[in-house]
């Protein structure tokens, strides 16, 4: 089974991708984390991508897209994908569509955390008091919340025609939402 979980930074996405990749046995796809490791073992894409990072901006899709794809094509995580943090451009979800239908593989469940802009400002300030992460610094928070928000409503306009597309109330406590998960996926 392939998940999509959609939703602003903040939202809760994380939280869930976590839980399902234990319950499911399958893999967390983060951009953030994979872009994250290659600044930590400073590589050359890295090197590209700190300042976007640190500015709260979206790093180029030709570098994104080109991570995922590497995921997407390897054998042991076919079928185990838990997607979060990607796609968040439209160009990115439909070389997502491309490289799964390349593959064999199709999404089985595309999740949006809907959750409003008050709610994210507290759970990322608190987030970056418990994992201390530059890129969360207060004045990038609202950021990168618009930035999403910009960038990512033809996503939710592109998704939301799909039948296996789910709105939940990312205000809810996480427990609540993943009770509500595991009520769609039915595993
Ligand atoms: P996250 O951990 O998902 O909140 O992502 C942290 C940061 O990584 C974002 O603010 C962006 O700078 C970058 N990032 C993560 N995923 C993507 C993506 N799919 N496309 C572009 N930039 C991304």
Do not use: C, W
Not at 25 to 46: A, H, N, V, Y
Not at 171 to 178: D, G, M
């Amino acid at each position: 089974m392939n998940l999509i979980l959609f939703g602003p930074p903040g939202a809760g996405k994380g939280t869930q991708a976590r839980y399902l990749v234990k319950k499911l046995d399958s893999f967390q796809i983060s951009t953030g984390d994979m872009l994250r490791d290659e600044i930590k073992k400073d590589t050359e894409i890295g090197k590209k991508i700190i300042t976007d990072m640190n500015e709260g901006k979206f790093v180029n899709d030709e570098i994104v897209n080109k991570l995922i794809e590497n995921v997407i094509f390897d054998s042991q995580k076919k079928n185990k994908l838990i997607f979060d943090g990607y796609p968040r451009s439209l160009s990115q979800a439909k070389n997502l569509d491309l490289l799964l239908k390349k593959s064999d593989q199709k999404i089985n469940y595309i999740f949006f955390l809907n959750v409003n802009k008050e709610t994210i400002i507290k759970r990322i300030e608190k987030r970056k008091i418990l994992e201390e992460r530059r890129d969360d610094v207060s004045n990038t928070i609202l950021k990168r919340y618009d930035t999403y928000m910009q960038t990512t409503k033809p996503v939710l306009d592109f998704y939301s025609k799909n039948p296996n597309f789910y709105e939940l109330d990312g205000s809810l406590e996480i427990e609540q939402i993943t009770l509500k998960i595991d009520d769609i996926i039915n595993v």
